[in-house]
């Protein structure tokens, strides 16, 4: 099945916003094995709209739109669709019921326009919204299917996921889908994880082997087509063991989540809590360890030490390190040891993590941009540094920085490192 | 002019990348004063891209390209123009020098596909390339113009803000352009903004007043156009006075940065100094502040005190506040206070703002997730505290206590409260 994505808005077009739901939905749609040929924006005007599912029907047989299914005027997406096919729209009760007790809720006086996000086209199937007030509409008109999902991503998504997902495999049929295990890598970049499974890469056919790259992450995934869950693990389970057995020092879940997830997950299995000492990185791994909910059960806190004032009076980091001219100074390896080594006392955690470094855009001490020491204390054994040197902008040192301070704590956690 | 951003590429299509390009094209074009009508996203396929250069030029006066001008045989979008136009492509031998330089200065093997990225269509003119290699086209048929760029956003970026930007004026001719002015606000919602202003927004004419929503900040584009920079201040000057007297407690800059960046500046002119202390945030403050150049002449550092332990060892918390039936607790205004004084103490700051609060996903203490204190000590003075009831998910109630705590201290390092 081809598809074609529709982004209804003018604020897409005035560039006050990212199609990230273009994003999403192309994801999610390869997940279910249909391909997207296109995707169009286009802005909250009728005509241009109808336009845009004239060409859309010509050359896609699946139509996904998001946005315009609000309750403004400007809200056009059900209108020019019902226009377009020719049809009528008519009231959903349960979900008018739903907008009706919201306000009443509220004690707030009912707007009518609100009356709108109720409207279905003739014929289409309504899809429930857990997240927000506009109802989904999904139909299929002389083989073409219409798949109409609201713009803000809070309630696009999981519509999406949910009844949307499950109209699509109806009108599938009883084809084999997709499915896909998604592989997470720390501490190696897409080109060394290349490397690494070239072979594999180059004769891929079935399953496929597709890398994902975003800042400071390294993804794979794994998908073949099967008619259900059990055939797709036989079908996978051979090329995940090869992959696995290349790069035990690197793979960290067998799911989408990030390596902050993991060592929370790990830490709080094993009953163990971490802390940390951050320079350079100024609160961003404490900022990403803290995102994961129930965090507090593994991650103590920690001191931003940003100033060698800090370094000396919260960690307990020596003046003689930190200052005079033959002072190893606040990037070494030494201060980096230093500081893990007070913040685990402060803390009196069983693991601490620190990273000292220059992150640019200038030279500090007399040392160049992206050199990075990251310190690793552990309760009970030899403190460990390890020196790296990053490269990128001021912003991008930080964030891979901070993320190789989880993979060094990860490696410690998994008996690795 | 009505333009269509065409952005070439399979992975846009697979949801492996945002397409980010289109909306820096978006706004980029607006402040031109061109209208953008459509984008478009199509895959790395000759004959689609022919087919979406067939519906952009029915449709729009002018084509911008990104991608499709690299070495490998994926790249297309100039070949598909060419036999479009029906026209010839040929080397334009200054870039074809640039790529042998740099293969020679490398002393690697020159490959051959790399020829491609020094090709022009017949008549165009070339666009200079300052951050890669792949040479920009633009030229002008029958009417439509056509504006070929890289895929990559370092290097389609500047091409477009410079040779782009010249070229497209030339092709405008005398007209005037857009001249625009970003106003940022903290500490107001869009919709309070929307509020105070409603009149304004209402009559707009020109200027035009277009708000931007963005997770934490509010944004307001103030625009004209006009034939020169001194014409356009003279134009813009009514309506900037008239928004700066209703948004005195509120308006934090006249150009697009964040909050962090402004309470930098502040504290760098006044030589102050800045210290933390975090809960529900964890960091996340402070990893706001560091992303700033120069923030280790105003920020100390701080602590994350997440846990009872660090709030007490790191902050001297007294445990009476936080233990026991009848103690306010972590999350309790009394808390705040004690968390900032401390802070201030152990940095030696002059000023220390603390965080502590709910984030969710599950209420704590007995207390309701978005309930959040903001604590702010400053040398010499007495602290206070500011208790705020949020809303949203833990990412954006982390994300907006973030941005509030930072402007707590604008309002004070600016003498508004």
Not at 309 to 320: C, M, T, Y
Request: proline share 4%; aromatic share 4%; with cysteine.
């Amino acid at each position: 099945m081809r598809a074609e994505i529709i982004a209804v808005g003018t604020e897409l077009l005035l560039g006050q916003i990212v199609n990230t739901n273009a994003q999403y939905l192309s994801r999610g749609l390869a997940e279910l094995g249909i391909d997207v040929y296109y995707q169009t924006v286009v802005g909250d005007n009728k005509d241009r709209l109808i336009q845009a599912i004239k060409i859309g029907r010509e050359r896609a047989d699946l139509l996904v739109f998001t946005g315009g299914l609000g309750p403004t005027m400007d809200d056009l997406t059900r209108d020019a669709l019902a226009d377009y096919l020719g049809r009528e729209v008519a009231l959903h009760e349960p979900t008018m019921s739903k907008i009706t007790a919201m306000f009443a809720g509220r004690g707030g006086a009912f707007v009518e326009s609100n009356r709108r996000q109720a409207l279905l086209v003739d014929g289409a199937t309504p899809l429930r919204n857990d997240t927000g007030l506009a109802v989904g509409n999904a139909l299929s008109v002389d083989g073409t299917h219409y798949l109409l999902l609201p713009g803000p991503p809070r309630e696009m998504k999981p519509m999406f996921a949910n009844d949307g997902t499950a109209w699509l495999k109806s009108i599938m049929g009883e084809a084999d889908s997709l499915h896909s295990v998604m592989l997470k890598f720390a501490g190696i970049g897409e080109s060394g994880l290349e490397d690494l499974l070239i072979d594999l890469i180059r004769e891929q056919s079935d399953p496929t082997i597709a890398p994902y790259a975003a800042e400071g992450e390294v993804t794979i995934r794994v998908s073949t087509k099967a008619a259900n869950a059990e055939e797709a693990a036989r079908k996978l389970e051979p090329t995940l063991m090869e992959i696995r057995s290349r790069t035990p020092m690197h793979l960290y879940a067998e799911e989408d989540i990030p390596i902050e997830t993991a060592v929370i997950r790990l830490l709080t299995s094993q009953r163990r809590m971490v802390t940390l000492a951050e320079s350079c990185t100024g609160g961003m791994v404490a900022a990403m360890l803290t995102t994961v909910p129930g965090s507090a059960d593994a991650f103590r806190g920690g001191v931003v030490s940003y100033s060698n004032l800090l370094k000396h009076r919260a960690l307990g980091v020596p003046l003689p390190l930190l200052e005079g001219a033959d002072a190893p100074g606040a990037v070494s390896a030494q201060t980096a040891s230093a500081m893990a080594e007070g913040a685990l006392a402060l803390a009196d955690a069983d693991f601490a993590v620190s990273v000292t470094g220059v992150a640019g855009p200038a030279a500090s001490e007399g040392k160049p941009v992206g050199l990075v020491f990251l310190g690793l204390a552990e309760r009970g054994k030899e403190t460990r540094v390890t020196q790296l040197q990053l490269s990128g902008d001021r912003q991008g040192i930080r964030l891979r920085a901070s993320k190789r301070a989880l993979y060094m704590l990860w490696l410690a956690l998994t008996g690795r490192g």
